[in-house]
Nanobody
Framework: QVQLVESGGGLVQAGGSLRLSCAAS????????MGWFRQAPGKEREFVAA????????FYADPVKGRSTMSRDNAKNTVYLQMNSLKTEDTAVYYC??????????????????????WGQGTQVTVSS
């Protein structure tokens, strides 16, 4: 079982940047697809980004595409989400998620929350105008 701990959230002005981190522990980090989701008050949790277990493939939701970069450091068992040009609508709790035991190729990603089996506790991102 993988345990996930997010960090890096906070309060930032619109147009600013944040880098979220998600540290994994408890089992090997290999062949684990990682994803970021977010949930704003009164809204459902939504997909933000995902990265294949090899690190060579990423996929982004349209609202963050072009402004965000997801990466992973398998040596550190950590994934990152760099978010730039932040908007007030990016305000949400951001969750890191993991899907282990992936038998598909290293470029495969998952975009649905039900496809992930482990979740972090979330980190708040607040973007002020």
């Amino acid at each position: 079982q993988v345990q996930l701990v997010e960090s890096g959230g906070g309060l930032v002005q619109a147009g600013g940047s944040l880098r979220l981190s998600c540290a994994a522990s408890g089992r090997t980090f290999s062949r684990i697809v990682m994803g970021w989701f977010r949930q704003a008050p009164g809204k459902e949790r939504e997909f933000v980004a995902a990265i294949g277990w090899s690190g060579g493939s990423t996929f982004y939701a349209d609202p963050v595409k072009g402004r965000s970069t997801m990466s992973r450091d398998n040596a550190k068992n950590t994934v990152y989400l760099q978010m730039n040009s932040l908007k007030t609508e990016d305000t949400a709790v951001y969750y890191c998620a993991a899907r282990g035991g992936v038998v598909r190729g290293g470029s495969y990603v998952y975009t649905q929350s039900y496809e992930y089996d482990t979740w972090g506790q979330g980190t708040q991102v607040t973007v002020s105008s």
